[in-house]
């Protein structure tokens, strides 16, 4: 097989694949965004008691994402 043939070969094939991955895109089921805008708000207001990006922590010490440590200039 030569060099020419193996490109042509390999075109196709990423044109296969190209097409396999269009087919599974196109297969996936939609949604409006305004139905999953809906979804997401009726969530965040079910779960507010639990979100402490909205309600905080009672303590500082209660964060596990602050800094444990201060960085110092030297």
Known sequence: MDARS???QEAVQR?????????????????????????????CQTHLN????IKGF???SDNPFSEKQRCSIL
């Open 15 to 43: 044109q296969k694949d190209l097409l396999s991955q269009l087919q599974v895109e196109a297969s996936i089921r939609r949604q409006k965004v305004s139905v999953s805008i809906a979804d997401i708000v009726q969530y």
């Open 6 to 8: 193996r490109k042509l």
């Open 58 to 60: 009672a303590k500082p």
């Open 50 to 53: 639990e979100d402490h990006l």
